[in-house]
């Protein structure tokens, strides 16, 4: 088989772990060959392509980032799209797709497989938001990296007697925040799932700087206020309709500082946890991705998308995959909450 591969969306650090495990099995151990598609969906739109054999894939495993590039191109949005898709595939005599991605690169697999493409799904996102899956890989390694930030964060708090508030990525969950700030030891987190009370907040601050001990506020970039309580401003929409996120952190800082006359400064980790090698953790869950979804495609199991559950990867339904977000429940936060203030 001929077999096309994209990685699209965010990238995350993983992805060349699974492109090597898709390829080393499906080539050493099915004798199928790749053509790897230039970011994300751009390339089948553009027949854009880059080699992918087993000599392009070696010493990939710790690289972050994708070697086959992505971007967040929706072909749905763009007249004739799929269209080109198709013909793109058909011309180059490809047989199967391969989509590694989140729920947009997703939805549009999901949707291409609804027309006839044969397409298997890879589960992508540092969110670890798709409700499909347990555990997404990129997320433990952006963990990490937030984690060490907050602990670098502590002492320098400390010395200067200020508010540190480090801004983590979230678009729509707080699962980055609530982990990292369990792991580093916040004094309050702030997740899109519970709209914040600033003066709650500002009250934790204080509490902690009465023990003389400098507060650390973990914030995820898609948290908002409790209605009425704080002014936010909005940003700009990309190609699938998101807000373009980040400035929570510094409003926050701002609010704090007026309310208790405490400096506060913001760090923002932004693309930080996106980028580098992953975690141990991130390279296995990532090649056993890899090595299950080259396995469903030589057994011509389309529309699938494989996922983890508990310790096992399955495959779950295209459909599936992008059906339900999934959001730091209420018994978690709490589980958090007991070392607020
Ligand atoms: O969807 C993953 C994610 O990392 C979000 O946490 C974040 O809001 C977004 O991507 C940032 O996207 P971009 O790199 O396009 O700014």
Not at 28 to 49: C, I, N, Q
Not at 157 to 181: C, P, Q
Not at 238 to 252: E, N, S, T, Y
Request: charged letters at 20%; glycine letters at 12%; one cysteine or more.
């Amino acid at each position: 088989m001929l077999i096309g591969v994209l990685t699209g969306g965010g990238d995350c650090p993983g992805l060349n772990a699974v492109i090597r495990a898709v390829v080393r099995k499906g080539a050493g151990l099915y004798d199928h060959s790749f053509v790897g598609f230039a970011d994300g969906w751009r390339g089948p739109l553009d027949s854009s392509t880059v080699t992918l054999d087993v000599s392009a894939v070696r010493g990939i495993l710790p690289r972050g980032g994708t070697i086959l590039g992505t971007s967040r191109t929706n072909p749905y949005t763009i007249d004739g799209g799929p269209e080109k898709i198709k013909a793109t595939l058909a011309d180059l005599r490809i047989d199967a797709l391969i989509a590694i991605g989140g729920e947009d690169t997703l939805g549009v697999a999901k949707r291409l497989y609804d027309e006839g493409v044969p397409v298997v799904g890879v589960p992508k996102t540092i969110d670890n938001d798709l409700g499909a899956t347990d555990y997404t890989f990129g997320f433990d390694t952006a963990v990490n990296v937030a984690m060490e930030a907050i602990d670098r964060l502590h002492t320098t708090a400390e010395s200067h007697h200020r508010a540190l508030i480090v801004e983590v990525m979230g678009r729509h969950a707080g699962w980055i925040a609530l982990h990292a700030g369990l792991a580093g030891g916040a004094n309050v987190i702030l997740i899109p799932e519970r709209p914040f009370d600033i003066a709650k907040v500002c009250a934790y601050i204080e509490h902690r700087f009465q023990d003389h001990y400098a507060p650390i506020v973990v914030v995820a970039e898609g948290a908002l206020p409790a209605a009425g309580t704080m002014a936010t401003s909005d940003g700009e929409l990309d190609a699938f309709g998101h807000v373009r996120l980040g400035g929570i952190g510094q409003q926050v800082a701002d609010e704090i500082e007026k309310r208790t006359g405490k400096e506060a400064r913001t760090a923002v980790l932004g693309h930080i946890q996106r980028g580098g090698t992953p975690t141990a953790y991130d390279r296995v869950l990532a090649t056993r991705f890899g090595l299950h979804a080259i396995d469903a495609v030589h057994e011509g199991d389309f529309g699938v998308m494989v996922a983890l559950r508990a310790t096992d990867i399955v495959r779950v339904p295209l459909s599936e995959a992008t059906a339900e977000l999934k959001t730091v429940p209420p018994e978690r936060f709490a589980e958090a909450e007991v070392f607020f203030g």
